[in-house]
């Protein structure tokens, strides 16, 4: 019996996942996350940039579009809304002036505790919903294809060279 929701729609049989089943849930996640973020005035990017930084400050911009898997140019554009919001201060690094640090203005902090009691609630409604057992196996199963390890794994098998003989 599973620990869904009674108000969960039935799980659909299991296919291949396609590209667009990815895409489609994952943008889907996105809106209902947005939805309960909403009273915050952030959107999950920017809590998302928000908290990476908060785990990582100070950080380049480099860094932190590795570690939020973003292209370093899009992540520069996105900053600049929470720069000019006060949420972050953008410094030039002491021992290489190219280098712009990161890190939370105290507005960022305050505003960061403000979306981690939303999301906290977001979290708890998608468990209700989708199912706490499945929930936390969804989470394993992002936590590995977000991983170095995969990446390394599935770019070896895509490779022309890992391609079978015939």
Sequence with gaps: MSDRGD???APRERSACSCTTLRKASRRISQLYDTALAPSGLKTTQRAILSEVRRSEP???GELASALVMDAGALAHTLKPLERDGFLAVDIDREDRRVRLISLTPAGRAKLAETDR?????QRCFDSVFGSADSEALRDALAILVSGDFVTAFETRLSPSAAPQS
């Design 118 to 122: 939303l999301w906290a609630q977001a």
């Design 7 to 9: 108000n969960a729609p």
């Design 59 to 61: 950080a380049t911009v």
